[in-house]
């Protein structure tokens, strides 16, 4: 089949079907009547396999060692996988980098900063996290203050209602149950008030 028919077939232009045979990973057959190359079922099986382990990043250099067989796919696939890790860390310290530079909106650099971070950058993103930890921990722990403050005023209010319905109402006159009333009501927004006192302080 012509160059064409392979272009349609695999996806891949014919400027890169050239640059893989150039570079060794493909060898299709000439046509000797005209010179013209002539591509099989197994360079289209080739090609694409080309083009698998060309998405997954893996160098020319290592597919033709590889296509060649002078060293199993696995090692190689093994040897990536740690050089992809080694881009997932320092890309995961980048961002964390880039995240606390805009969190502080900062637009130029302290030369105190530039100086900590090139010489030890890991260190620092340690300390940016260990930071970030403890920040953790203290909204966890003001979330929960909250919380109890929340369920102690609900219980408080429960308790004041049943007892205004049960004993007020039942044993007072009632001058006696407005003014527990207007008591309870002032005591239920002192408790209210420290409650929004503590959340916003």
């Known amino acids: ?61 290592d597919i ?36 606390e530079f805009v969190d502080k909106g900062i637009d130029d650099l302290p030369d105190d900063m530039i100086e900590q971070i090139i010489c030890d950058k890991e260190a620092y993103i340690n300390s940016l996290e260990e930071i970030k930890k403890q920040d953790k921990i203290q909204r966890i722990f003001f979330v929960s203050k909250q919380l109890s403050c929340i369920i102690g ?18 044993y007072m006159n009632r001058a006696l149950q407005i003014f527990i009333l207007l008591l309870a009501v002032f005591l239920l927004g002192c408790i209210a008030k420290m409650i929004y006192m503590n959340e916003t302080g």
Do not use: W
């Not at 209010?157 to 319905?165: A, D, H, K, R």
């Open 1 to 61: 089949m012509k160059i064409k028919e392979v272009e349609k077939r695999t996806g891949i232009t014919s400027h890169n079907i050239r640059f893989y045979e150039k570079e060794g990973l493909l060898n299709p057959s000439r046509n000797l009547s005209n010179g013209y190359r002539e591509y099989t079922e197994a360079d289209i099986q080739r090609i694409n396999y080309i083009k698998l382990l060309r998405m997954l990043d893996i160098s020319i250099k």
């Open 64 to 99: 033709k060692v590889c296509l060649e067989k002078d060293e199993k796919l696995s090692d190689i696939l093994t040897k990536h996988l740690e050089d992809l890790k080694k881009e997932e860390t320092r890309i995961q310290q980048n961002l964390i980098l880039c995240q």
């Open 153 to 170: 005023f609900t219980l408080v209010l429960i308790l004041s209602v049943q007892f205004y319905i049960t004993i007020c109402l039942t």
